[in-house]
């Protein structure tokens, strides 16, 4: 969701950044940031309390941190190409479920004024703080992806329909540690970068992702006629 459907990275920055000033540090920069992207909160919040010397515990970070998103998420928009392309796979019947660090609190304030657009995702929604994702299995690991798709089957076989296998999914992803997560989960991943991300990693991003998948810059440049869609 974040960075990859919806334009809430920049918004994470921004957060990020007022919440060092409070500290005389930052702001928070991409070499950084590339270490938090899609990985869930308890392990975001350290690696910004090591990285930035802060003389923060996780609880207070937390709390901070979750102060100041908290009036920005009603600014959260689609990125180019993410609602167009939801709206396409949903028409063709499609199954598609979102798979998000996020956790339930922050999934609603992100997505409450989007509540129309993200029915097209209905039951179908795994977050951060899920149950069903054993503690510790949060990004890199393939435990969000493969709790979607057992979202997805567990309704097609009650339709008498033909299970869906991880290999035979493609899953969309903006930062590393979905993309480790989705190669371990069989799949073939679709990454879209933040331009800012591309700068830091200087070509890195092809070792990343190998052959597991492919690289675009926009949802926008997605060729849907290149996987049978």
């Not at 060092?20 to 928070?28: D, I, N, Q, T, V």
């Amino acid at each position: 969701m974040d960075g990859t459907i919806l334009d809430t990275e920049d918004l994470y920055t921004e957060a990020a950044t007022e919440l060092l000033a409070l500290y005389g540090k930052g702001p928070m920069t991409w070499d950084v940031k590339l270490k938090l992207q899609g990985r869930p909160g308890p392990e975001a919040i350290a690696i910004m309390i090591k990285e930035y010397d802060l003389p923060l515990t996780p609880e207070e970070f937390g709390k901070i941190s979750m102060g100041i998103q908290e009036h920005k998420w009603v600014r959260s928009r689609f990125l180019p190409g993410a609602l167009e392309l939801l709206e396409y796979l949903n028409e063709k019947n499609i199954p598609i479920a979102l798979g998000t660090s996020s956790n339930t609190i922050n999934l609603g304030r992100k997505t409450n004024h989007l509540k129309k657009e993200f029915e097209c995702f209905r039951h179908h929604i795994v977050t951060g703080d899920d149950v069903r994702i054993p503690k510790g299995r949060g990004k890199p690991h393939p435990d969000i992806w493969l709790t979607c798709l057992e979202s997805l089957n567990a309704e097609r076989k009650e339709n008498n329909l033909e299970e869906i296998l991880p290999e035979e999914c493609l899953i969309f992803e903006d930062g590393i540690p979905g993309v480790v997560s989705g190669i371990a989960a069989k799949a073939h991943v679709i990454w879209i970068p933040h331009e800012e991300a591309l700068k830091v990693l200087g070509g890195e991003e092809h070792k990343i992702i190998g052959t597991n998948g492919e690289i675009i810059s926009s949802l926008e440049h997605f060729d849907k006629e290149k996987y049978f869609l």
